[in-house]
């Protein structure tokens, strides 16, 4: 296959592309910077991956390289709870999901050689957020920031089925791994100084990040993935019950909570992220025949902390 991926340096973009060429796939990154993209997939290790410079929110000679392409995994987007949700921060959010997927569309309508499929991430803020509810891919939108910008952010992506192209979106939970949400979880656990982020009662649907990477990887091939599908492993556990997995893993307590008011000090609205959150079930992932390594928290855990 050739594959183009947008968000391909980021922690779940660095993982597929090094599962794509490990598998001989060639691959287009198509990076901000080009420079750090080198750096990232340097030629010597990556004989197959091709960089490809662009500005997601805008049309450009880019767009050429789409052409010729049999898949399209689109990943990129703002990071949405590392910076305060200022006015500007927000539209920032929205317009790299809303914009960048526009052009990635416009890019798929225009190439003479159309690739057969985009497989598009979201994320299940599409719900909203509840401590009682539970969700899966048939049910409502939200009322919330968040899952406005994930409805317009899929509304985009389904345009792509106006070109003839299957379109799987994958609605994305918390995704665990060296890196990302435990980079920092895990240096106060080291400090014996851990514990759960707000009340810990909050919903906590995650999914270990192999896991993910194998899920896009079954979405570019398997022709039936037409759709959303949740991108989260199927026991979701409290805030509470993760920090203690977490400190089983590592041979630590987890004791000393994180009060809700320091987190919204730091990030304002931002902090919703992870002080409220969703019990999100991926129904239709195990139906299209998913198999997960990971499907329970604790060996997950396990496996990111000794590797």
């Known amino acids: 296959m050739i594959v183009a991926i947008t968000g391909a340096t980021g922690f779940v973009g660095q993982r597929l592309v090094k599962r794509l060429s490990n598998e001989g796939h060639s691959v287009k990154v198509l990076s901000r910077n080009g420079d750090r993209a080198r750096r990232v997939f340097p030629a010597s290790a990556f004989p197959k991956v091709d960089i490809v ?152 649907s995650w999914i270990h990040r192999d896991d993910l990477v194998n899920l896009i990887n079954k979405a570019l091939t398997d022709t039936s993935m037409d759709g959303v599908y949740n991108g989260t492993a199927p026991n979701p556990v409290k805030m509470s019950t993760l920090c203690d997995e977490l400190g089983h893993a590592m041979n630590r307590p987890s004791w000393l909570p994180v009060p809700s008011f320091a987190l919204e000090a730091l990030l304002g609205d931002g902090a919703k992220v992870v002080l409220e959150g969703q019990e999100v079930l991926p129904k239709q992932t195990q139906e299209s025949g998913f198999t997960y390594q990971y499907p329970e928290v604790r060996p997950a855990l396990e496996d990111i902390v000794s590797s």
């Open 53 to 204: 410079e662009y500005t997601p929110t805008q049309s450009g000679n880019w767009q050429a390289e789409i052409s010729g392409c049999d898949g399209v995994v689109n990943l990129a987007g703002a990071p949405i709870a590392d910076e305060r949700w200022t006015p500007k921060y927000k539209q920032s959010i929205m317009d790299s999901r809303k914009l960048g997927t526009e052009k990635i569309v416009e890019a798929i309508a225009k190439a003479e050689s159309k690739p057969s499929v985009l497989v598009n991430s979201s994320a299940i803020g599409y719900y909203g957020t509840s401590e009682t509810a539970t969700f899966d891919e048939s049910s409502p939108c939200g009322d919330d920031f968040l899952a406005e910008v994930c409805q317009t952010w899929e509304a985009e992506a389904q345009k792509a089925k106006d070109c003839g192209t299957r379109v799987a979106i994958i609605r994305t939970g918390v995704v665990l791994g060296n890196g990302g949400a435990l980079a920092k979880m895990i240096p106060p656990f080291r400090l014996f100084a851990g514990g759960p982020i707000g009340s810990g009662r909050q919903w906590f």
